[in-house]
């Protein structure tokens, strides 16, 4: 089993950056495929960017593909989401996810796949 814990949520302005971390406990991470998601108020939760086993494989959902980079480090157990010229429409609960036990080549975008779940961090983009 693992715990997360998301961090780094704040509030920004318009155009500004942010960098999103998620700690990891136990000792199997290298071992778990990694996502982040995001609810905004009254919406569901939607698929941001998820990560394979080893960080070499990513994929991004459309509306942050080119701003957003996800990353990991195995050493330190930690998920990161680094956040660039964000927007309003970025406003929401960011989560990150563990799917245990997957494919060490594969990532995974549907919300569904995700066996473990942090508690959300809150990024708040302004106009």
């Known amino acids: 089993q693992v715990q997360l814990e998301e961090s780094g949520g704040g509030l920004v302005q318009a155009g500004d950056s942010l960098s999103l971390s998620c700690a990891a406990s136990?000792?199997?991470?290298?071992?778990?495929?990694m996502g982040w998601f995001r609810q905004a108020a009254g919406k569901e939760r939607e698929f941001v960017a998820a990560?394979?086993?080893?960080?070499?494989?990513?994929s991004y959902g459309d509306s942050v593909k080119g701003r957003f980079t996800i990353s990991r480090n195995n050493v330190v157990n930690r998920l990161y989401l680094q956040m660039n010229s964000l927007k309003p429409g970025d406003t929401a609960v960011y989560y990150c996810?563990?799917?245990?036990?997957?494919?060490?080549?594969?990532?995974?975008?549907?919300?569904?796949?995700?066996?473990?779940w942090g508690q959300g961090t809150q990024v708040t983009v302004s106009s």
């Open positions: 990560i394979n086993w080893s960080g070499g494989i990513t």
């Open positions: 996810a563990a799917k245990a036990w997957g494919s060490s080549r594969a990532y995974y975008t549907d919300i569904n796949e995700y066996d473990y």
């Open positions: 136990g000792r199997t991470f290298s071992r778990y495929s």
